[in-house]
Structure formats: structure tokens, C-alpha cells
């Protein structure tokens, strides 16, 4: 009992030292930042507890761009803003806790597997510092990837339990911690596989029984129920696998730095993937089989399905490229440490397995300790991700879009440009292309590229609105006037773009179809001072001196 004390404080000691200079990280600009700050008044709110299982991952108005139905994350975001409001350390601080909760219960998960004491906490240290795990830590966005492993973890010892002694109690916390698990991340879909592995594999049960019965009846039932509400918020289908090319190189990726944590990056792309690393792992696993070199090969195929089941969903086409970003992997390793726990070392090399989990301890953690610093902030992170992955033009796209931030435009062309030779038909990238030469006035390259991202993807708004800004800053108001009208055509909702029409009719004069368009935008967005202001001024063109008084005021009292 003492040893397992020890051994529970080691676990929650290492992670805390280990990431704990990620509290003074900020966010790194790539979604965290964007779904954090920009969607405050979205947080703030306690009731969007309950609104949250209603929006996609982004909060995005635009179906289009809702790809993910994770709730849970949202969930989580809103109960911590209501003290942290946008500070990023609090989520940090998250991060790291949940990470020590995925560590401990992995501990609990093996040694209910019968691995020994000993065995349970070196392979729960390994997984704590193993560098597989930095993205899930130490990205704020990460997370949904270490809750995912929690609920999972929680799911399996819920099940172990209710095969020791059939209780209702348990059998309901069993379905909640699944049902918790599939909205956190769709990772958990194939999951109920993975369970009747545990009983068939591990526990030696029988598949057909009532209890087993009852149990894929409630499986069926969250997972119909789980499709029903993600469709009343993801409208987009199905749509398939990345090529079998890409897939197969994934698989290589992602087993090669189980071992070898040497080709790190925050958005590995196949083009710059080193296959010989997974080739030595598989092969060495191959050659363990063939050698009978496994104790318990039921343990052990059992946590390849786990490994498995978890990494073959993130290989479904949701974005126009493949990419292996490591958060994926987080909670397929546990599946990973329960294989190694059944490899057999021999007399000799048993003797000094615990040496070699020490190697593996100091080598992970002192390459985990470097390799956070990757996300400490925007600019380190995106110099890192095109460093690591220089084929991929959405690293090399996400830098140019941060050196615009800081007002590097000229590394943000050079970058842009490098991303546009690498796919020149996204028509985001042709949009942002537009928008830095814009900011270099360069106006007619800039309507080239705007209009080439319109032609790729005619739903485009920033496309739109930046365009009918070009227009209505060199006084082509007709023009203007086109383009934000035909991007409302799109999105109604867009008060930016409302905005923009508005203040295009008022300097043709149209005083009445603009102040439509600002009451709009007011509609839309009680917060915009200058809908306010110009709405004011509006009504005196009209005549409408009460109403122009009575905006002026409503202005002077909101914002004095």
C-alpha cells in the first residue's frame, strides 16, 4: 500500500515539474486563440453550457466550415472561462491536470489488468513524459484528446467492474463515461470494438451473452443517438479515407515516434514523413510475434486493436489534405504500453528492463521538456511547424498570416508565396494571398487573387468582403456594393459585411437602404459603436431629426 502511495505521488510529481513551464505559455494562434478570444461572448455566458451541444467545435455560422461535433470540449472552455475570461495560463493549468488524471488512471487500468505493480507505474511514468504526448498538453486546443483518454479509461474500468458483479449503477456509468467519450472527439466511434476485445481477448469471456447483449444494445443506442444530434449540427457527409498512400504513411509516422520521438512537428504532412522509423518499429514487432517473444498474446493484440481503432478514424478525409498531427495519438498510446507490457525480455534482458525504462524515462522527458517550447507562442510554434514540415503549405500559410500580425509583411509574402506554389487552388490561401498584397498596395494583384479564391470557392465571404473593400476604398461604389450584396446572398448574418453595404449606400447617398442595413448590423451586433454613430447620421439625411437624437445619444451613453 505504501509503494502504491509512492508511486500515485511520482505520477501526479513528474508530469507537474515536467510541464509546468507551460503555465507562462500563451496561445500559438492556431484554433486555440481564434476559438478562445474571438468567441468570447460565446464563453462568458454559464447557459451556452447547455448551447454547446448545439454548435460545432469552431462555433462557425458558416456549414461549410463545420467539420467537428465535439461538445464536451466546448463544455469544458465555458465552465473555465468563467474565472479565467481569456487568460491562457488557467487552460494550461488544465491541461497539465488532466493529463496527471490520464496518467494516474491508466495506472489503475493496468494494474486491473493484472500487469505488476512495478510494471504499471514505469510504463504510466513512460507514457507521462513520453513526447507524444506535448501536443495535448501544451496546446490548449489539445485537450480534447487527454479528455478523450480519460473517458475512455473510465469507460473500460467501469466495464471491468460490471463483469466482476453486474450492477445498474455501473452499467450506467459505464454507458455515460462511452457517451461522454463520443462527444468529446469521434475517435470513440469504433470503441465498442475495442470492448468486446477486452472481454473476448483479455478477460477470456464469452461473446454471446445476455449481459454482453444488453451492453451492445446501449452501445448502439448513444452511438444512434450521438449521429442524430451531430446531424442537426454537421450537415457535411462522409467523406471517405486519405489515400491508401497517405494512410499507409501515417501508420509509419506515428509508429516510428513511438520509439524514436526524433521527427517532431506540430503538422506532419506525408511529404515530410521519415518512414524508416516506423519500418524498424513494425518490423521489430513482427520479428517479437514470430519469435514468440509475447507472455500474453491476447493482452498484447488486444492493445494493438486499442492502438488501432484510435489512430485508423483520424485517417478519414475532413480536410482537403492529410496530415498526422500527434495530438491524435494520445489516447491510442495506453494501447501501446500495454503491449509493451507483455513483451518477454528473456532471463538476461529481464534483468535490466528497469534500467531501460529509466533510459527511456530520461531520454523522453529531457525531448519533452525541449519540445514544448515549441508552444510557448505563435511565431516559435509556426517557425517550428515549417522547419519540421517545409512541403506543407498550411504551415508555411499559418506563418505568413503570423508575421502579418506582428507587421512583417515582407516575411509574410515571401511565406504566402511559398504556399501558393505548393496549392494554388485553396481558395483560402488565394484570399490571404490577396490580403497581404493588399497590405503591401499592391491593389491590382490583390483583386486578381481575390477574385481566383471566388472562382474556387464562390462562398468565400472574406473573399467577398475584401474585395467590395478594394472597391469602396478607391470610390467604385457600384462595385462595392456588388460584392457585399452578393456575399449577404451567402450569409445574411455577417454584420461586418452588413456594415460595409451600409456605409457603401450612404456615400451613394441612399440614405434609406443604408440605414436598413445598419438597424441590421445593430440587430446583429448591439456592440458596434460605428453602426451607432453612422445610424445618426443617417437619420439627419433624412430628415429623421428625433431618431438621428436619439442614436447620437444612445452613442454618447454606450461609448463616452
Known sequence: M????????????VPIIL?????????????????????????????????????????????????????????SYVIEYQWAKENPRSYHL??????????????????QLKVSERSSFFLSLIFSVHPLTVQSVAWIQGRNDSLLLIFLLLSLISL?????????????????????????????????????????????????????????????????????????VIHLGFRGFYSVKDMALGILSYSGKLVFPFDLSPYPVPENVFPI???LVLSFIVLLVTFRKIRDKSKFYFGALWFLSLIGVTFARGFTT????????????????????????????????????????????????????????????????VKSSPNSWVTRHNLALEYLRIGRTDFAYNQIKRAYSLNPQNSTLNANYAL?????????????????????????????????????????????QRYFSDGLLIYCGDAIMHFNLANTFFMKKEFGSAKTEYLTVIELDPTNKEALKYLSYTYKELGSN????????????SYP
Do not use: C
Request: net charge positive; no cysteine.
Open 277 to 279: 522509423y516506423g519500418v
Open 436 to 480: 497581404i498584397l493588399e497590405k503591401m498596395e499592391m491593389t491590382d494583384s490583390a483583386l486578381f487573387y481575390y477574385k481566383k479564391a471566388l472562382s474556387i470557392n464562390p462562398q468565400n465571404l472574406n473573399a467577398f468582403n475584401n474585395t467590395g473593400l478594394i472597391y469602396y476604398n478607391n470610390g467604385e461604389y457600384d462595385s462595392a
Open 94 to 111: 488544465t491541461n497539465v491536470i488532466f493529463h496527471i488524471v490520464s496518467t494516474l488512471l491508466l495506472f489503475f487500468f493496468l494494474r
Open 19 to 75: 510541464y509546468f513551464q507551460t503555465l507562462k505559455f500563451g496561445y500559438v494562434n492556431w484554433d486555440d486563440s481564434y476559438l478562445l478570444v474571438d468567441n468570447a461572448s460565446f464563453f462568458e455566458k454559464p447557459s451556452n453550457i447547455f448551447a454547446s451541444f448545439t454548435k460545432d467545435l469552431s462555433l462557425s455560422t458558416n456549414d461549410q466550415n463545420k467539420i467537428f461535433y465535439r461538445p464536451l470540449m466546448l463544455v
Open 160 to 232: 471491468e467492474k460490471l463483469r466482476k458483479k453486474f450492477s445498474w449503477l455501473i452499467l450506467t456509468s459505464h454507458f455515460l463515461a462511452f457517451s461522454a467519450a463520443l462527444l468529446t472527439k469521434e475517435s470513440a466511434l469504433l470503441f465498442p470494438a475495442v470492448y468486446l476485445a477486452y472481454l473476448a481477448l483479455v478477460q477470456k469471456e464469452k461473446i454471446f451473452t445476455k449481459r454482453n447483449a444488453l451492453l451492445s444494445a446501449g452501445w448502439l443506442a448513444i452511438t444512434t443517438l450521438w449521429f442524430f444530434f451531430r446531424s442537426m
Open 322 to 385: 492529410a496530415s498526422f498531427i500527434e495530438t491524435r495519438i494520445y489516447p491510442a498510446l495506453p494501447g501501446v504500453m500495454l503491449m509493451m507490457a507483455e513483451i518477454d525480455l528473456g532471463k538476461i534482458l529481464s534483468k535490466y528492463k528497469y534500467v531501460f525504462f529509466l533510459f527511456l524515462f530520461v531520454l523522453f522527458s529531457s525531448v519533452t521538456y525541449v519540445y514544448s517550447k515549441v508552444y510557448r507562442d505563435p511565431l516559435s510554434h509556426q517557425i517550428f511547424a
Open 2 to 13: 505504501k509503494k502504491n502511495i509512492v508511486f500515485i505521488f511520482i505520477l501526479i510529481i
Open 546 to 557: 428625433d431618431s438621428a437624437e436619439y442614436y447620437e445619444k444612445l452613442f454618447n451613453e
